[in-house]
């Protein structure tokens, strides 16, 4: 027998998503009796807002849409029940967290093999929606789609390999055993029914209907249209019933009353197929082509109705090779011309419906049923677990693009903020982003990949230039309209420029960068020890140790180093417990900065006291960070204070880089394969292993999304 969980929406919600759970079920059940098998189903169902529906027995467990910990308990609920395999029917609306993101959380908790029918397959998504596909393509053992061209968008569009996807039709009920009741309730005898059913939204393009009628009628005075369904209710909720009342105001303005009904209702299945037999043209004027997958289109096939529809995706599939009757968007005069050529000429409507009808046999949901069927049992069989632990894997790191940087960069230097994937000139230059841009561009020259990096160099080397002021002190701030915003930088920004400098002093490529650096590491001379900040002093003493290693006999920079290092070195006494290993009462903002630091100055002090503290704080912030093999930055939507709650949203790439540094530098003292390990999963933060599960890096721009909040990624940051 196999257990099979299934995530979606269900009856009684008033939804096509409900609908198709509920069929699927019925219809995954008979497939399995058909062949002498038993198949144990429950469902765990998705309310929206903060409804609540009186469900049947076969829902086990209920999630709240936005309530993010529903999803976790959902999935602690499905592992601990036993199912051999969960099934999860996916459309971006139904879950909570931008775009849906949240059901990521559910997934990635999984167990057992996922096998994923996709609703909706986008041409054009956003960018959380494309990173949510191609992650759901990554877990799953099986994906589904409904049409050829969803085939062919999940392998161009979404990088899942063709051998994970099958095609399904979406199912219809078998209509060949219903009374035609359809129009005996209209009270319509004698007339020509015409009809469009669902929700209803502004997308529809019931209107292009309505203006063609009057052409139509003018021939055909027996026609009705009815218009069945309720409004949809997101759009209920933004519009109320104004789409609703336009059209109706669009009947008495063409003088359609005795022509059009509008049945605001959401009718039970098998009154539903009772009026589709009593439909003699059924149409879908939606106003786009992008529906990759349409229910009532199905089910109007499957009913053996003649349909006339505009040229969507799902409809130029369905109704291809004499299914149906296509029409332009919005095109009331060719729509009108096509009905009034069918209704003169029954013939051809009788000829589209058999047709129609013929071809929806093989879309009917035993069929269908036994098609679901087939792959789970096969999926199950081959126990296509996915690997739940990260693992090492240099073919998961992304190919490095410079795009983003020079798109950002002027002739000034890097702009500091970005929204989306477009310079933020309102904000400016930082200090900051270029002295980080510089080392970037500096190790970018000595890797040899990419000949621009020495003139991207130049730029951000003007940039601290111009900023050091007379005293050898920095500011940080320049607006575009190149007015200092600032009379003096942070410490933070002081010692990333530190670390630049001194990097450059080691790694120069010419002697002009060498003495450029010298120039303005010495002119900051004295202001290093004036350094209280934690943050401040790592960065500098990253920079200082850089420089001994070109220069390890300057008495007066090793001085430094050591009354630096030490400063760190009391703070860590003054703050550190046997549970709270830090150097401060708070984990905040660029953590790992400062044990990288510690493990710099070793290398150049060999002091002993150093590399112990740099192991300790080190393996305080792997204990913090590092949950359940993936990164869990601490949040800056309220720093972590010492014995209080450590929060989990606002994580930054800043504080993701520095643990990549951190682990990256103790592994190259110790030589201790678990630092290697941990530099890996740390740096798989933005490549999707984190709280979220998706990558924060934009394939558009080739930039990097600013951070993970508690429902989305934030907007592309023009450095990750």
């Not at 630091?597 to 792997?622: C, G, K, M, N």
């Not at 309220?638 to 800043?654: D, N, T, V």
Request: include cysteine.
């Amino acid at each position: 027998m196999l257990k099979i969980a299934i995530i979606g929406n269900y009856l009684p919600r008033q939804c096509g998503i409900a609908t198709f759970t509920h069929n699927f079920v019925q219809s995954i059940s008979l497939a399995a009796s058909e062949v002498n098998e038993k198949a144990d189903l429950f469902v765990v169902a998705v309310n929206d807002k903060n409804m609540k529906y009186d469900y049947p027995d076969i829902v086990h467990f209920k999630i709240r849409q936005n309530y993010r910990q529903d999803y976790l308990k959902a999935a602690q609920f499905i592992n601990e029940s036993g199912a051999d395999i969960c099934v999860l029917q996916h459309e971006y609306g139904i879950f909570g967290g931008e775009s849906g993101v949240f059901i990521l959380s559910l997934v990635h908790q999984l167990k057992m093999p996922v096998t994923v029918t996709f609703h909706t397959v986008l041409k054009a998504p956003t960018f959380h929606e494309k990173a949510i596909l191609k992650k759901l393509g990554e877990l799953a053992s099986k994906v589904v789609v409904m049409s050829k061209l969803a085939i062919e968008f999940l392998k161009s569009i979404y990088h899942i390999p063709e051998e994970k996807i099958s095609m399904i039709p979406h199912g219809v009920p078998d209509f060949s055993k219903l009374v035609n009741v359809g129009k005996s309730r209209l009270n319509s005898p004698g007339k020509t029914l015409m009809c469009t059913f669902g929700l209803i939204g502004r997308n529809k393009g019931i209107e292009t209907v309505l203006n063609a009628l009057p052409m139509v009628v003018a021939q055909n005075p027996d026609i009705v249209y009815v218009v069945l369904g309720k409004t949809h209710p997101n759009v209920k909720n933004c519009s109320g019933e104004e789409y609703r009342e336009y059209l109706q105001a669009l009947v008495k303005k063409n003088k359609l009353e005795d022509h059009v009904v509008f049945l605001d209702e959401f009718l039970e299945e098998e009154e539903l197929k009772c009026y589709l037999l009593g439909v003699d043209i059924y149409l879908t004027p939606y106003l786009n082509e992008a529906q990759i997958t349409s229910g009532t289109l199905a089910y109007a096939l499957g009913s053996g109705t003649c349909v006339v529809s505009t040229p969507y995706w799902h409809a130029r599939e369905l109704l291809a090779e004499g299914r149906g009757k296509l029409f332009d968007f919005g095109d009331c005069n060719l729509l009108a011309e096509i009905l009034i050529d069918l209704l003169e000429n029954p013939l051809k409507i009788k000829k589209m419906s058999k047709t129609a009808f013929d071809y929806g046999l093989k879309m009917r949901w035993d069929k269908v049923g036994r098609m679901y069927l087939n792959i789970f049992e096969s999926v199950a069989y081959l126990s296509l677990h996915r690997q739940k632990e990260w693992k090492c894997d240099h073919t998961q790191l992304p190919d490095f693009n410079l795009d983003h940087i020079k798109r950002l960069t002027d002739d000034i230097g890097i702009l500091e903020h970005s929204i989306y994937s477009i310079a933020n000139l309102i904000e400016g230059y930082s200090l900051d982003d270029n002295a980080r841009a510089l080392l970037m561009a500096l190790m970018l020259h000595e890797s040899g990949k990419d000949p621009i990096a020495l003139d991207l160099a130049g730029i951000y080397m003007r940039y601290i230039q111009l900023m050091q002021k007379t005293d050898g002190s920095f500011h940080n701030e320049l607006g575009y309209d190149r007015v200092f915003m600032d009379s003096t930088g942070s410490e933070d920004s002081f010692g990333r420029t530190i670390w630049a400098l001194g990097y450059m002093i080691m790694r120069a490529p010419t002697d002009g960068y060498l003495q450029f650096a010298k120039d303005k590491f010495f002119n900051a001379l004295p202001h290093f020890e004036k350094l209280q900040s934690n943050r401040g002093l790592a960065n500098t003493i990253i920079g200082l140790c850089y420089f001994l290693r070109r220069y390890p006999d300057n008495e007066m920079v090793m001085k430094i180093l050591y009354a630096l290092t030490l400063r760190i070195k009391e703070h860590y006494y003054d703050e550190s417990d046997e549970d709270w290993k830090w150097v401060e009462p708070i984990l905040c903002y660029d953590n790992a900065i400062v044990p990288l630091s510690l493990w710099h100055s070793y290398t150049v002090t060999r002091d002993p006291e150093t590399l112990q503290i740099a192991r300790e704080t080190t393996a305080f912030l792997e204990k913090e960070g590092i949950i359940e093999g993936h990164l869990s930055l601490v949040g800056n939507d309220s720093w972590y204070i010492k014995g209080e709650k450590r929060p989990r949203f606002g994580q930054l790439p800043i504080n993701a880089m520095a643990m990549v540094m951190m682990f990256h530098k103790a592994y190259q003292v110790t030589r201790d394969e678990k630092f290697y390990q941990k530099m890996f999963i740390s740096f798989s933060w933005f490549t999707g292993n984190n709280d979220m599960h998706i990558s924060l890096i934009d394939e558009d721009s080739q930039g990097c999304s600013d951070g993970i909040k508690q429902h989305n990624v934030k907007a592309i940051h023009p450095i990750g």
